[in-house]
């Protein structure tokens, strides 16, 4: 039945929207107190509700904005600045709106959200508007903490070799930058007083650290001057690892470095500095690798290394080796080596044993060639173009990098050397998620191989794109997968390594047998037969050295970076929220929280018009209509009035026959006793309301607060068509019985709703449990089921006197939905 | 444990500050939100606006409304957090809306079809195509106030539904199988023969009957007020392919004159079978038209039973390089001149000075005119006709400004008809893009209108023509206007709504096409401009101009046109017609809750609740007290809070007491005393730069004061204990700024979001108060308000209350005028005391503008 | 116009104007058409590009809308008015219907909001490309 008594008898009549207003025109701050305080009521719960849609919605957004943000990475999309400015806009407006309403919902309990909103926007601001960086102002950054996005705060060689180390974790010395935050006040007042006293005691801590954790004795030190018009001068020097003497030995440095420009600088205040300082090494070989060899290979592409030992500049070894996978050695020079230095393996040329036999000896083994080669590989898909890296080599250790830079362009050889063409297609289709072209041989990998396994530069294909894999992507060339697309985490994973991928292409494994020699092209979406050696071009892909990406870079950071996950640690704060992601991820557990804890709290019923909705089943509940949740009228509801997609589910669920027990509980005399305190506490803390239930609904929601004989739940829903948006909270505690039976209630109930596919947790006999972005039918029917739960478990608890007993209602539960086919697999498990 | 108390009374007061400035964070976010939450209704209202236009169903219409009731129960919801008692108090006005816009939802069902018949100026800018080029011409020069005949349209829907219930359709596409450019000429006055036979017997349907007896009877309603008895009509076909330039079907349509009522139907039915005329399909099949596609609405007017009438072509489409128009006219009705059947006379007047006619007069030998049965006659005129010219001096001068006028209107040389009553009276009946002689001499080129500005978006859509106009005070608003007005406004003000149907176009520097005022002008269908950048500097005041809407530009307008006020009738004050589609009751009603703005003037005494009538109301309201709440933020919270605070200080002796919202000052900023250098909040950087404008007074007392006030004598001679008054507080975000500033008994308020999106950006100011007396205190706050109109914004004075506002900017001209605020506080210091006299307010604006801050010229 | 001139010549691949005030959109855009088989000349500044433009013609422009001094807008008609036969298409991160509608008034062939996939962007110059042998055909 339809409300009209509003409607004025004709609408066309002007007269008539004057009729509607005039009730409180004179003196309106006195409205009619009946009507106000309904208004005000029901305002309280839409309030709340807008708050809490508010926040779904931005959630989803935000997401869907990360996720266009991150596939920019992937290479395949041309995007520019504005682009850039308007998504991080769009999303911290976004995650605004996110923290205002999750303090709106909580009486403003969460007010430290609003300062790390604004230091985070602040940063991301500073980031677009190209102002200093957040951490400008740190003298000096540990190499762990650094990535290539910082390369304006500590120069590119320390950038770069920091990436390679942190992303791909490539060995390298551990060590610290001074950052151009350090040198600053130095240079702009011309060295007035050295050393500054932060700059002192940055870097004092600093070399206590390397030496006390690293045990590093010496340290190398590398030190860069940077004109205003970004020409650099840069010196190398050692020092020991000893405050005064790094310090005495940087300033030194940069004088030289400064000494070095011809003429040398006046006023030094529009230099800028940074330096690198490395633990060094142990005594051993030094080598560098050039992953373009240049003249030196006939200009083709093939990667060089060149390894000395160390004090002996003449008996350099040289290697040319293939650029991809397995890096076969093409050539190699041996120098005749020093009678009376070790060999890399610890071994001495002029060794009595071995009678200087071993004065021809190779400094590398060709495993040790294969390896480097295949490092400098990763480090060059990381960054982009053809690189310098220099190493060192201990003697009796593994290498460890020292430095990185790019590979200048040899004059001598013609940008567009020739690329032999790959052979026949041997897999086409799939979806690009990073673009590139790479090639080696093909390892199948499945998820739970180890990284450490995997060959440098290999060809990882595998069945699925699932996340596991990730380790792997440092290591190998290129990814195909039979399963996964674009917007998945391992893709996101590609493109922050820059692996080029393909995902989804069917029948992969097949046709890329185990050991096949294969060339990747991702754009093309092909794996053609044989190795090509692609090499870097600065061509349409976007490359680490444009200023877009490295922006791109470090807006995600603040943006799209998850670091808090468990909504149970103890880390779960505000304080530690680090990016928008946090942040909203932060308010949407809180959000649901609070909805879950409405009933407990009284609220949403203070002058709240709630109507009765009458039910076959003795259970009593009044509805709080928040919008479209029924049809009009004052009457109780029927079930057939209600017209919120979610409660209609659940209430369907609630009435099915054979849920509702109508036996009388099981007691046992524990049950009393365990049930007497519980009754006096549940009584005096809301008396007027126990035993009474409450929903809350509007057309796409509920949340429903149930006080079912002695045990507590609540249900919270959202469903709509669109499936994004769509979210299942259930939470269920409490109940009449002793602890263990209650806990075994909640197993069962684990057991069920982790067959429905819910996150569940139980803690004693609290059963939380959570699903997100369900299609609305599945929803409805998830929801039908939870209707049965609550009506099949209501004093549930009392009749548990085993587990056997837990085991024995499960099945009975399924067997009275009729799903008891499906239980087969899980009943045996818990039995 | 005397330690161990004194601890504990630092951690209340520690506890009482932070809750103090939990408060204004609280506040703060509300306050932001809200700002969003505004351009998020406004955005949904622009779309439900844009769902009534285009008849949008009744699930899409549902979903937008319960976008925009979610949307603005958040802004009820945060103005409550705001100012709880409105806030409550509009919660359940707003309730009484969402109510009634449900019962009208609930009884809505689908909507009848379209009518047949439009009344011409019912239809919008976007239905040109229901009525074809013919009317839409005539519509445009209706709407800019052009003498035109009232009239109505059938509908080319109206006309392809004819021919569907009729079952003609399917005939006319059977008789015309097979026709094309090779037919030859038996066999194409066939298949017209044909067809037209069968639309002359075919039996009109009763829905259709009454919908045109209904307009006629309509339009016997309007023409009545202006002549006496029952009036014929004229009926003209208007199809959509006709009158534009690409294909002018000039004359290869029907038209029917002087049809009496009843025979309505009749003239209806030859006009369609005219559509089929051997010589319409001829010109159809020759132009590489297809013969069988329908596209074609009537018009029906009043006749006029003209003296005189003709064809005024701007440009002489013979020699167009001779910068001539030409004018034909014929005695009685104008059908002689189209049909090249009567003798007419001819005049050439010059473009640029319509002064010099080449004049060549006829012997008007017969003229057309109405038969009293029906039709027409031929007949011969007076004698003392024949030889005089058909009109006078001073309507040919006449015809031609209004030729002038429509040519800048169209951007293009028209093609007129016009006519003349015995009383002198002269009405246009048509105009439409003229097509000139195809071979145009070399090096000549079309007479083009000067650019004035363009690039700007679009708000309304249309084109029009008015004098141009500034407004950069609410006082201006009021004025009367007694010709076509095209306004010009530095910000979207909504107060401009009221004033809005009196313009005929309007144009922002700032705003955007989703606000308020904008939503107003497509509701009235005014076309609109915003976001000119620069409109009102360089439009000169006064200046004829042309805006079109469409191409984001305004133009300059021939002078020859001369003053408008006899020529073009200004929109009428009160009974502006609404332009949209008729709507259903329901609909109506939907719409009336939804998008007028009722509340338009915000200081005026029915900026209330109640008089919230639609959910646009709640949202200027909401918007409105909610940035008056801000003001009074500074009073309610900052008593005490003195601890919280740190010490602006520079090189001037201003302090400001600064509490950081959140990112307004860099992360290590010192504690009490700050410089600017640690302030990252813009707008206040940027109200600072301009307080250190070198030469400011900030110190000396200005020259000549007239001291009647006893406060300021204190102050005046340094003896007062805090010669810069109370503290001044600023509220800083990054982007954000509140100022209460309490300087010598005045005090200023400023509160302004000045970050990269230029929409989100307000800057707002009021400023009152004063040590002396009304009067000088008035001057005073005078001098304010020019200053600040020269900077940008609109201003409003009442007594000594100065409140001037700037939205939409971009952040380098909020900041500019942020600055400029800066400036004005120190440069008006005390100013009241030198008020002395009525000019002193225009002389300080003045020498302010000249930067003379110490006011030299002032001392005599 | 000679006709070795006329864009869109026989046999010939189609000349493209790339213009965008971000450096990237171009450096990442002219790799991309070269490999693709166009002669490109990019450009970030509108006269600049305007200046070449007329000192000839080209077969394809493809624009940004939002740039300083005269937008894309503007530079389309002056494209249109120069060489009507030039397909142009435009790129844009502020997409209205509104612009849309506007531009191809002014005669664009296509409309691509920012950011795009380098194969989209790619799918419309071939089909542009297309449609001009086609024209040309008839003619």
Redesign the interface.
């Known amino acids: 039945m339809?409300?009209?008594s509003?409607?004025p008898r004709?609408?066309?009549d002007p007269r008539a929207?004057s009729d509607?207003?005039e009730k409180?025109?004179?003196g309106?701050?006195n409205?009619p107190p009946g009507?106000?305080k309904d208004?005000?009521g029901a305002?309280k719960a839409?309030?709340l509700f807008?708050k809490f849609?508010?926040i779904l919605d931005s959630n989803t957004a935000i997401l869907t904005a990360i996720a266009?943000m991150e596939r920019?990475l992937g290479g395949?999309?041309?995007?520019?600045?504005?682009?850039l400015?308007?998504s991080a806009?769009e999303i911290a407006?976004l995650t605004?709106?996110t923290?205002?309403a999750i303090?709106?919902m909580t009486g403003?309990a969460h007010?430290d959200l609003?300062?790390r909103?604004?230091?985070l926007?602040?940063e991301v601001?500073d980031i677009?508007a190209g102002r200093r960086d957040p951490g400008a102002?740190i003298p000096v950054l540990p190499l762990r903490d650094i990535r290539l996005e910082d390369r304006v705060l500590v120069g590119d060689h320390a950038a770069a070799l920091a990436e390679i180390a942190g992303r791909l974790e490539l060995p390298a010395p551990d060590g610290f930058a001074v950052a151009e935050a350090g040198w600053a006040p130095s240079l702009t007042s011309g060295f007035a007083s050295w050393p500054p006293r932060p700059l002192e005691q940055a870097v004092s801590g600093a070399v206590v650290d390397l030496y006390v954790r690293r045990g590093a004795r010496r340290v190398l030190i590398a030190t860069e001057a940077v004109t205003p018009e970004g020409e650099v001068r840069r010196t190398e020097t050692e020092a020991d690892c000893e405050a005064g003497q790094v310090l005495a030995a940087l300033r030194q440095g940069m004088d030289q470095a400064l000494a070095a420009f011809d003429p040398p600088p006046g006023d030094l205040a529009a230099f800028r500095g940074h330096s690198l300082v490395l633990a060094a090494p142990p005594e051993g070989a030094l080598g560098q690798i050039r992953t373009l060899a240049g003249p030196e290979a006939g200009c083709k592409p093939l990667l060089a290394i060149h390894i000395r030992l160390n004090g002996s500049p003449g008996a350099t070894d040289s290697y040319l080796a293939s650029r991809n996978h397995p890096y076969l050695l093409r050539e190699s020079r041996i120098a005749p080596k020093p009678l009376n230095k070790p060999l890399p393996d610890g071994r001495i040329p002029a060794d009595p044993v071995s009678r200087a036999w071993l004065r021809g000896s190779a400094v590398l083994t060709p495993d040790d060639c294969a390896w480097l080669a295949g490092a400098a590989m990763a480090a060059e898909r990381l960054l982009g173009e053809p690189l310098v890296l220099d190493f060192a080599h201990p003697y009796g250790g593994k290498p460890l990098f020292l430095g990185v830079r790019p590979l200048p362009a040899d004059p001598a050889c013609p940008a567009d050397s020739d690329v032999p063409e790959a052979g026949e297609i041997l897999l086409q289709g799939g979806t690009a998620a990073c673009l590139g072209a790479a090639s080696g041989m093909v390892i199948h990998v499945r998820e739970n191989d180890a990284a450490a396994d995997f060959p440098y530069g290999a060809l990882a294909v595998a069945r699925s794109a699932s996340p596991q894999l990730a380790p792997i992507l440092k290591r190998a060339s290129g990814v195909v997968t039979e399963l996964g697309d674009a917007a998945g985490h391992l893709a996101a994973v590609a493109r922050e390594y820059r692996v080029p991928a393909l995902f989804g292409a069917r029948g992969a494994l097949a046709a890329l047998p185990q050991g096949a020699l294969a060339t990747l092209d991702a754009?093309a979406r092909t794996v053609r037969r044989g190795g090509i050696a692609p090499v870097p071009?600065q061509?349409?892909?976007?490359s680490p050295s444009?200023?877009?990406f490295l922006l791109l870079r470090r807006l995600l950071q603040r943006i799209a970076s998850l670091t808090l996950t468990d909504p149970d640690a103890k880390d779960f704060t505000a304080d530690n929220c680090r990016s928008f992601h946090d942040l909203i991820h932060f308010a949407h557990e809180k959000a649901v929280e609070s909805l879950a804890n409405m009933r407990r709290a009284g609220k949403g019923k203070d002058g709240a018009k709630a109507r009765p909705i009458a039910l076959p089943v003795p259970l009593c509940m009044r509805l709080l209509d928040i919008g479209g949740a029924a049809a009009a009228g004052d009457a109780p509801a029927r079930i057939e009035d209600i017209r919120s997609r979610p409660l209609a589910a659940f209430l369907a669920g609630v009435c099915a026959p054979g849920m509702w027990d109508q036996a009388p509980a099981r007691f046992g005399m524990g049950d009393v006793i365990s049930a007497m305190d519980k009754t006096f506490a549940a009584l005096s803390a809301n008396p007027a309301h126990a035993g009474e239930n409450l929903a809350i609904a509007a057309r796409s929601y509920c949340n429903i607060s149930l006080r079912l004989g002695y045990h507590f739940s609540v249900v919270d829903a959202y469903l709509s068509e669109n499936s994004s948006k769509n979210a299942v909270y259930f939470r269920f505690v409490g109940g009449m019985a002793p602890i263990a039976a209650r806990a075994r209630r909640a197993q069962f109930l684990r057991n069920v709703l982790a067959g429905y596919d819910f996150k569940v947790e139980t803690q004693g006999d609290l059963v939380v449990a959570r699903l997100k972005m369900i299609e609305p039918a599945r929803g409805e029917e998830i929801l039908h089921i939870l209707g049965r739960l609550t009506a099949f478990t209501r004093q549930r608890d009392t009749g548990l006197l085993s587990d056997a007993d837990a085991a024995a209602l499960e099945t009975l539960f399924l067997e009275k939905s009729g799903l008891a086919d499906c239980s087969d697999a899980k009943g045996d498990a818990h039995v | 444990m005397f330690k161990g108390l004194l601890g504990r009374l630092r951690a209340r007061k520690d506890a009482e500050r932070n809750s103090l400035l939990d408060a204004l964070k609280i506040r703060y976010h509300a306050f932001r939100i809200l700002l969003g939450n505004n351009e998020r209704a406004l955005d949904i209202l622009a779309n439900v606006e844009a769902a009534f236009h285009s008849g949008a169903d009744k699930m899409v219409l549902a979903g937008l409304i319960e976008d925009l009731e979610d949307v603005t129960f958040e802004l009820v919801d945060g103005l409550s957090r705001l100012r709880d008692d409105a806030g409550r108090r509009l919660y359940s006005r707003h309730l009484r809306i969402e109510e009634a816009l449900r019962a009208a939802l609930d009884g809505m069902e689908d909507d009848p079809p379209a009518p047949f018949c439009r009344a011409l100026e019912s239809l919008g800018p976007e239905e040109e195509g229901l009525a074809g080029g013919k009317a839409a011409g005539l519509l445009r020069l209706m709407k800019n106030g052009f003498p035109t005949p009232p009239g109505f349209v059938i509908t080319v829907r109206a006309c392809r539904e004819f021919l569907a219930m009729t079952g003609l359709e399917e005939e006319i596409r059977q008789a015309l199988r097979g026709v094309g450019a090779q037919s030859g000429a038996q066999e194409l006055a066939q298949a017209a023969k044909t067809v037209r036979e069968r639309i002359l017997a075919a039996k009109a349907p009763a829905a259709f009957l009454d919908g045109l007896e209904a307009e006629a009877s309509r339009l016997t309603g309007v023409w009545r007020r202006f002549k006496e008895g029952a009036p014929r009509f004229a009926v003209r076909s208007s199809a959509l392919t006709e009158d534009a330039a690409e294909h002018s079907f000039a004359g290869q349509y029907v038209t029917r004159l002087n049809v009496p009522p009843d025979a309505l139907p009749e003239a209806f039915r030859e006009t369609l079978a005219g559509a089929f005329s051997e010589r319409a399909l001829a010109y159809r099949l020759g132009m590489g038209l297809p013969a069988a596609v329908f596209d074609m609405a009537m018009l029906v007017q009043p006749m006029i039973e003209a003296q005189a009438a003709g064809v005024l072509f701007t440009l002489d489409p013979v020699r167009p390089e001779s910068g001539r128009m030409l004018v034909s006219a014929a005695l009685g009705l104008g059908v002689t001149v189209v049909d090249g059947d009567a003798p007419t006379d001819m005049f050439r007047p010059l473009r640029t000075d319509l002064t010099d006619v080449e004049t060549r007069l006829a012997d008007k030998t017969v003229l057309a005119a109405p038969a009293p049965e029906g039709g027409l006659v031929r007949q011969a005129p007076a004698d003392g006709q024949r030889s005089a010219p058909a009109i006078e001096a001073a309507t040919l001068n006449r015809l031609a400004r209004l030729g002038l006028a429509a040519e800048a209107l169209a951007g293009a040389p028209q093609d007129m008809e016009w006519a003349v009553t015995r009383d002198g009276e002269l009405f246009i009946l048509q105009s439409r893009p003229a097509r000139l002689s195809a071979a145009r001499k070399p090096g000549f080129s079309l007479p083009r209108a000067r650019i004035i500005l363009r690039g700007a978006a679009g708000a309304s859509p249309g084109r029009c023509l008015g004098r141009a106009r500034l407004y950069r005070d609410a006082g201006a608003l009021d004025a009367e206007l007694d010709e076509p007005v095209i306004a010009f406004l530095p910000a979207s003000l909504p107060d401009a709504a009221k004033v809005l149907p009196r313009w005929q176009g309007l144009a922002v520097d700032q705003g955007s096409p989703a606000d308020h005022l904008s939503t107003v002008a497509r509701e009235l269908g005014r076309p609109m401009l915003t976001r000119t950048g620069s409109g009102t500097t360089l439009v000169a005041e006064g200046s004829l101009t042309v805006l079109d809407a469409e191409a984001g530009a305004v133009y300059a307008a021939p002078p020859e046109i001369g003053g408008l006020r006899d020529l073009l009738t200004p929109p009428g004050r009160d009974d502006a017609p609404k332009i949209r589609r008729p709507l259903t009751p329901l609909r109506e009603r939907l719409r009336d809750l939804t998008v007028p703005l009722n509340l338009t003037d915000a200081y005026g005494p029915a900026f209330s609740i109640s008089e919230c009538r639609s959910l646009h109301d709640v949202i200027r309201y909401s918007h409105e007290m909610a940035v008056m709440a801000m003001f009074d933020a500074g009073d309610e919270t900052l008593e005490g809070s003195f601890s919280l605070v740190r010490r602006l200080e520079g090189e001037i002796p201003l302090q400001i007491m600064v509490i950081d919202l959140g990112g307004g000052l860099v992360q290590d900023a010192p504690s009490p005393v700050i410089g600017i250098e640690h302030v990252v909040c813009a707008p206040l950087r940027a109200l600072w730069r301009g307080a250190l404008t070198p030469g400011l007074r900030w110190s000396a007392p200005p020259p000549n004061p007239n001291i009647s006030g006893l406060f300021s004598k204190g102050l005046l001679d340094g003896r007062g204990p805090r010669p810069l008054g109370l503290p001044n507080y600023a509220l800083a975000a990054r982007d954000y700024v509140n100022v209460n500033a309490r300087v010598e008994f005045h005090f200023a308020m400023i509160d302004a979001v000045c970050g990269p999106k230029a929409r989100g950006n307000h800057v707002r100011f009021r400023f009152k108060g004063g040590g002396t007396e009304i009067v000088q205190r008035e001057r005073r706050a005078q001098c304010v308000a020019l200053i600040l109109q020269e900077g940008g914004f609109f201003t409003d004075r009442r007594g000594d209350l100065v409140s001037a506002s700037l939205s939409g900017a971009t952040p380098e001209s909020a900041e500019g005028a942020l600055a400029l605020l800066g400036k004005t506080l120190g440069f008006t210091r005390l100013l009241d005391a030198s008020m002395r006299d009525e000019n002193a307010p225009k002389r300080a604006a003045q020498a302010f503008f000249d930067g003379d801050y110490a006011l030299a010229s002032f001392k005599e | 116009m000679l006709d070795n001139e006329r864009p869109g010549g026989e046999g010939k691949k189609p000349r493209i104007l790339v213009l965008d005030d971000e450096p990237i959109v171009v450096k990442r855009l002219k790799p991309a058409f070269e490999k693709a088989g166009y002669e490109t000349e990019t450009f970030t500044d509108s006269a600049s590009a305007l200046a070449r433009f007329t000192q000839r013609p080209f077969d394809i422009v493809i624009t940004d809308l939002k740039m300083e001094g005269m937008d894309g807008m503007a530079f389309l008609e002056k494209v249109k008015e120069l060489s009507p036969d030039t397909g142009c298409v435009i790129i844009t991160g502020f997409a209205t219907l509104d612009t849309a509608k506007e531009s191809f008034h002014k005669g664009a062939f296509d409309f691509v909001a920012k950011p795009f996939k380098l194969a989209d962007i790619l799918d419309v110059t071939k089909r542009l490309e297309e449609k001009m042998a086609g024209r040309h055909e008839e003619a």
């Open positions: 339809r409300k009209r509003r409607l004709d609408p066309r929207l509607l207003y409180d025109a004179p309106g701050s409205a009507e106000d208004a005000g305002g839409r309030a807008s849609r508010t266009q920019m395949e999309y041309i995007f520019d600045r504005a682009y400015e308007k806009r407006d605004h709106r923290v205002y303090n709106a403003d007010l609003y300062d909103y604004a230091a926007n602040a601001e677009l102002g754009e071009h061509g349409w892909e976007l444009d200023p877009e």
